[in-house]
């Protein structure tokens, strides 16, 4: 916007509720990668432009946050050219067989990913908490130039769906950046890659000795995986026929398991922001005011973005301040 004129910055300002400067220096605008198209035309215009604005927003807060403080990562996520990788080998390119070399080049032990946002944050990732006011999209990953790998993700989503989508977004980072293939099969690729990550075959193979909602249920508790999603990984190797496939599906659409499924893992929270945020204000000694004008919002909405529990909420009746009658011995 540097042909705009002050005025209209002046105004749109006040609006918005944002620092003039933010007009001035936001730099080029990002929309959704290709690998999105499918999910992003079931979106409406507004429901679109609303979660691609935030995601500019949170991208631009972080290339600022990043400018004072470098970002390191144990190893990366890699962009795999499948010539390459492949190195003149005769046997096809295997989705199953890059799930289990990513686990190796990251150390990971056999058994269940404890947490994926931790994953994903120790080996170069940022994942960036948002709210996109939809369903449809649980989670976006972007590579940009200069900046690392970003996961842009609901957090309204259920934590088994988060944790999955986490890693079909990992997929396309690695996958899809470098070769663009027809969107139904990224995205079919990124759902394998997803299953064979979390839900390595053998030790997958080795546990489903019987499917069932209550197995399924059990291994839901230990690999921390959706039991539809346990369902379409036992689909994709071949270990259930499709009437099982579909009386399962059946069974949790009666028991209201398709919308709400139970036991659910514990919630998985980024920390790579929080630790950005915390070292400009104990390290390099930020004022609340000071960093969010850095970050050209106004302090509520600072508060707001990137310290919601310090907000302070509606007290609830029973907590509202007044004299509370009590017994007395």
């Known amino acids: 916007m540097n042909d705009a004129a002050p005025d209209f910055v002046e105004e749109l300002s006040r609006s918005l509720l944002y620092e003039p400067s933010f007009f001035y220096e936001v730099g080029r605008p990002y929309g959704m990668p290709p690998f999105h198209y499918r999910k992003r035309k079931k979106l409406g215009k507004k429901a679109l432009e609303k979660m691609i604005a935030e995601m500019n927003i949170r991208r631009i807060h972080l290339k600022v946050l990043l400018r004072s403080k470098d970002w390191r ?47 994903l944050e120790d ?25 690392p790998a970003l996961f842009f993700v609901n ?43 979390l839900l390595p075959a053998n ?79 104990n390290v390099l000694n930020y004022s609340t005011e000071e960093l969010a004008k850095s970050l050209f919002i106004t302090t509520a909405e600072f508060q707001k973005m990137y310290r919601p529990e310090n907000i302070d909420t509606p007290r609830s009746p029973d907590n509202s301040g007044r004299p509370q009658l009590r017994v007395i011995k």
């Open 203 to 281: 030790q997958f193979r080795a546990q489903l000795t019987k499917f069932d909602l209550r197995q399924t249920a059990n291994l839901k508790r230990h690999w921390k995986v959706s039991m539809a999603a346990i369902a379409m990984r036992a689909d994709n190797l071949g270990m259930i026929t499709p009437y099982q496939k579909k009386s399962f599906f059946i069974q949790m659409g009666k028991l209201g398991y398709r919308k709400n499924e139970p036991h659910e893992p514990p919630r998985e929270h980024p920390e790579a922001i929080n630790k950005l945020i915390d070292y400009h204000l």
């Open 155 to 197: 957090m309204n989503a259920p934590a088994d769906r988060i944790r999955l989508t986490l890693c079909h977004e990992m997929a396309h980072m690695m996958l899809h950046t470098t070769s663009f293939l027809d969107d139904d099969v990224m995205e079919q690729e990124a759902d394998l890659f997803a299953g064979a990550f």
């Open 123 to 147: 080996n170069g990732g940022i994942v960036i908490p948002c709210n996109f006011d939809s369903d449809l999209i649980d989670a976006v990953s972007q590579r940009i130039d200069g900046m």
């Open 73 to 119: 990562a144990n190893t990366y996520i890699p962009e795999i050219d499948r010539d390459e990788y492949l190195a003149g080998s005769r046997k096809p390119f295997s989705i199953e067989d890059v799930a289990r070399q990513i686990r190796e080049l990251w150390m990971l032990p056999d058994g269940p990913i404890e947490n994926v946002v931790e994953i």
